[in-house]
């Protein structure tokens, strides 16, 4: 059941990663961001990794 839902999670998750990248490189070098954004884009990174792995767990487990 997992498995047709799980890349539809992966992208919205995904999604993000895009926005902060686009908008972090596209900015002048000369703008320095402060650290609270990667620490806060760390944090998202790390419960995304948590959320995917759970799930990929459970769809694992319904196919055996």
């Known amino acids: 059941m997992w498995g047709k839902y799980l890349w539809k999670l992966r992208l919205i998750?995904?999604?993000p990663y895009l926005i902060f990248g686009?908008?972090?490189?596209?900015a002048s070098k000369d703008d320095d961001f402060p650290l609270y954004y990667w620490i806060?884009?760390?944090v998202y990174v790390?419960?995304?990794s948590i959320i995917l792995h759970k799930m990929e767990?459970?769809?694992?487990?319904?196919?055996?």
């Open 13 to 15: 998750l995904f999604m």
């Open 22 to 26: 686009t908008w972090a490189f596209s």
């Open 40 to 42: 806060s884009l760390a």
């Open 46 to 48: 790390l419960i995304c």
């Open 57 to 64: 767990k459970k769809e694992k487990k319904e196919k055996e």
